[in-house]
């Protein structure tokens, strides 16, 4: 007998299929994106209360299905004060919504869901200046910086005053 998979197995195996018709994942995510921002809503109205169910539970209560739940909290497990066991729960596995809001908000603005770091509902909790520097911080730590190129012309950064090809860069 086959071992059946998990929530999230089915979840990832559905929404992120290679297989499947390109309309049929965008309507999948069309769809999951609406559900996922009304969940961010409720929950952005009291985002000092930790949300606790089972995920069966919880995706009666906002309203959506068991694969809907599975992938929100895929997508905020990171966000959270104490991850859930996404990667073997099952429907009545007990979890928490409980989220660090800055790590909340910076997260949604590293996964560039601006429909989501948009919500109005951020404004009751953050004002405009910590979003601000919230995004800021979370934009910079993603940025790489490079190494400026030496050229073979160019003074040699060890110092030695001679040009980079006659120093550092032989050989190179």
Do not use: H
């Amino acid at each position: 007998m086959a071992e059946e998979k998990t929530l999230l197995e089915q979840w990832r195996g559905m929404a992120y299929n290679e297989q499947t018709d390109k309309n049929v994942l965008q309507k999948l995510w069309i769809d999951y994106f609406q559900k996922e921002k009304e969940i961010y809503q409720q929950l952005l109205k009291n985002p000092d209360e930790e949300v606790r169910g089972t995920v069966k539970g919880l995706a009666e209560k906002y309203n959506v299905d068991i694969m809907t739940m599975t992938g929100f909290l895929d997508g905020i497990n990171e966000s959270l004060k104490t991850e859930n066991p996404i990667e073997e729960m099952d429907e009545d596995t007990e979890v928490s919504l409980g989220f660090d809001k800055e790590n909340l908000y910076k997260n949604m603005v590293a996964a560039e869901a601006d429909w989501l770091y948009n919500l109005e509902e951020w404004d009751t909790i953050f004002d405009a200046e910590t979003k601000k520097a919230l995004y800021k911080e979370q934009k910079s730590s993603t940025t790489v910086v490079k190494e400026a190129k030496v050229y073979p012309n160019d003074p040699c950064p060890c110092g030695s005053g001679k040009k980079y090809k006659k120093c550092c860069g032989k050989n190179k």
